[in-house]
């Protein structure tokens, strides 16, 4: 499925976590990440943003957005994981943009952030990043070995006072932003670069 039920919007109270990324390819470490959150996080689905392109990544070696919906979508395989291509199809390039047009369209979903360590890491990267964690609540899953640079870094010293405690995992998403909670979890060794590297799929080699 392209994007959710009626892309214009609804009144559905469901728990959403936001999955965004370039998804080049979609590995099972994606759907790892993805059950964790519907677990710990009490979720009624996650959506996976599938980037048209990420303004953080070169546009060279990135596959077609068809193939990577492709692919995502055998990747995702459970029902309550939806691989969307929802940024190409409301024109945003910047998640703040995008948070912003997803809670107008769908005023009663509760979303969640999702993110790896890795992420938090470099988050004052992203273009209007504070106003992120002032839109939604953000959870940030350990991942090895980005976890202890990102805990130190400016983005989790700077929201430090609004962090929850992993107990209270599963009341994040009711919680008004910014609010954010740190998650250990078993760590998933997949990798798009080294499936990239690996794959012979010309898709991936070129732009």
């Excluded at 303004?55 to 979508?73: F, H, N």
């Excluded at 805990?151 to 008004?176: E, I, Q, V, W």
């Amino acid at each position: 499925m392209a994007l959710p039920p009626n892309p214009r919007g609804d009144r559905l109270r469901r728990r959403v976590g936001l999955l965004g990324g370039s998804f080049n390819p979609a590995h099972d470490g994606h759907r790892h990440i993805s059950l964790a959150a519907l677990a710990a996080l009490g979720l009624d689905e996650v959506w996976w943003l599938v980037s048209p392109q990420n303004p953080l990544k070169a546009a060279r070696g990135m596959a077609p957005l068809a193939t990577r919906l492709r692919i995502a979508r055998a990747r995702a395989h459970h029902p309550a994981i939806r691989v969307t291509g929802l940024e190409s199809a409301l024109a945003t390039r910047y998640t703040a943009d995008t948070l912003a047009v997803l809670r107008r369209r769908f005023p009663a979903r509760r979303f969640v952030w999702l993110m790896g360590a890795d992420n938090l890491a470099q988050f004052p990267r992203w273009e209007r990043w504070e106003e992120i964690f002032r839109r939604v609540p953000i959870a940030v899953f350990d991942r090895s070995p980005y976890s202890f640079q990102a805990l130190a870094g400016k983005a989790a010293t700077r929201f430090l006072s609004k962090r929850h405690p992993a107990r209270r995992a599963r009341l994040l998403a009711d919680a008004p932003p910014p609010a954010w909670v740190f998650l250990h979890q078993r760590r998933h060794p997949a990798s798009a670069t080294a499936l990239r590297l690996a794959s012979p799929l010309p898709d991936f080699n070129h732009a």
